[in-house]
């Protein structure tokens, strides 16, 4: 997804007491930034910070690390955090925005972290088959994936492209994931809305008549 330049974003994410500047240094001890041993799931590709900014005000008994690759990307995400939890009275405790290529997630997280679930929300579907692997969902990603949970533990995927979805789940079982929810029309299933909260992407395609595809898959035995 693309944003336009947001010269505001830097100095605005640099006085967040919510943005980690330097990630590594938390690698194997994010619970002594959330200072509790609440449970901690991660949001790769968090865009504008909708979905971990629902999560979050619904599950203030978890902590969320939402990574994204764009500095612009993460400074609106912050502003849509922090109103979305001003307008329900509660200050920002158990969100930790990062800036980072999640190409190298294991520099920034171990499995002392203990990463309990794995979210992947609307990423680009990259068509054309010499991009394929910069998917968020492809097998080199899910390797990485693999060595921060353990096993039983889960990724839950949506996405509203047919290709992208169809080759994921092809991906998941070649890397050992077993599929434990599965849905081509999300909207339409029995799913309670509060396990996946609905991102700006999901409104956009659904009013289009765009059926989403959403699964859960969970790390099986090497």
Sequence with gaps: MRIRKKKWAEPELSA????????????????????NDNPIMLEVGCG?????????????????????????????????????FSEKGREVNNIALVRYNVEMLDEIIGQDDNIK????????????????KRRLTHPRKLKLYRELLKEGYEIHFKTDDDELFSDSLEYFKSENFTVVTLTYDLHKSDIDPDTTPMTEHEKMFSDEGVKIKYCIVKKSGD
């Design 48 to 84: 504008k910070g909708s979905f971990v900014g629902k999560m979050a005000l619904i599950h203030p008994e978890i902590n969320y690390i939402a990574v994204d690759i764009k500095l612009d990307m993460l400074g609106v995400g912050r502003r849509n955090i922090v109103k979305m």
């Design 16 to 35: 967040c007491d919510f943005y980690i500047a330097e990630p590594k240094a938390y690698k194997n001890r994010w619970k002594s930034f959330f200072k």
């Design 117 to 132: 679930r794995i979210y992947i929300n609307f990423c680009n579907p990259w068509p054309r088959e010499k991009h394929k």
